[in-house]
């Protein structure tokens, strides 16, 4: 079975600064989805970026980034320029290409200081 | 555009009664839908899915159930609660797989405490 782990459960980081929050993944398919999730404190879940896993190039979506090591099955989030509205839990979550449903990493709790 | 809604946003049930929580999207057709429950301090755990009326596939044995009486409506029941039943109720849905990396949508979720 396919397991996802977030091994932070805490971060934090200071305006403007730059984070990268871990993920790393276990599975046996070859094709599959990897995404982010980011619940505020309003517990709204918000996609934040998502990977094909048969795509090399890392994605990017403004500020968020992934750095995507297939062999490695890492699949770690970068946020450039943090700021306050960043502050929530980050969810890592995988899908396999025919899934019916996403896998959540236990998340991150990401604090952003002043 | 698509929308989803979950009520009652919060609830609180005692011990051994019954519930149901009600999900419905709208603006979409025949989606995959989804009944997760977040934990504190855990990630969110699967419960149930669907991929069309009465069609639904239990994740986790447990004394939730699961319906979906109409295409975009999607139910979660139990006869009689317990205290390990509280936790934080998300629906989700999600268009037809097999169109690549299809982004799932959550509802605002329902808080549930079992006293």
């Known amino acids: 079975a396919q397991t996802v782990t977030q091994s932070q459960p805490e971060m934090s980081v200071q305006e403007a600064e730059t984070v990268t929050l871990s993920c790393t993944y276990d599975t046996s398919e070859s094709d599959y989805y990897l995404f982010w999730y980011k619940q505020p404190p309003s517990r709204q879940m918000i996609l934040v970026i998502r990977?094909?896993?048969?795509?090399?190039q890392n994605a990017t979506e403004n500020r968020f980034s992934v750095n995507f090591q297939k062999a490695a099955k890492s699949f770690s989030l970068k946020i450039s320029d943090s700021q306050l509205g960043d502050a929530a839990m980050y969810f890592c979550a995988y899908r396999n290409q025919a899934g019916t449903a996403l896998i959540f990493g236990k998340g991150t709790t990401l604090s952003v200081s002043s | 555009s698509q929308t989803i809604h979950q009520w009652p946003a919060t609830l609180v049930q005692p011990v051994g009664s019954p519930l149901s929580l009600e999900c419905t999207v709208e603006g979409t057709s025949n989606p995959n839908l989804y009944w997760y429950r977040q934990a504190a301090g855990r990630g969110l755990q699967l419960l149930f899915y669907?991929?069309?009326?009465?069609?639904i596939s239990s994740e986790v044995p447990q004394n939730l159930s699961a319906s979906r009486p109409q295409d975009r409506q999607f139910i979660l029941s139990s006869k009689k609660l317990l205290l390990s039943d509280s936790g934080f109720y998300l629906c989700a849905w999600i268009a037809k797989v097999g169109a690549g990396p299809n982004e799932q949508f959550f509802g605002p979720g329902t808080r549930l405490t079992v006293l």
């Open positions: 990977q094909e896993a048969y795509k090399q």
């Open positions: 669907s991929v069309g009326i009465g069609q």
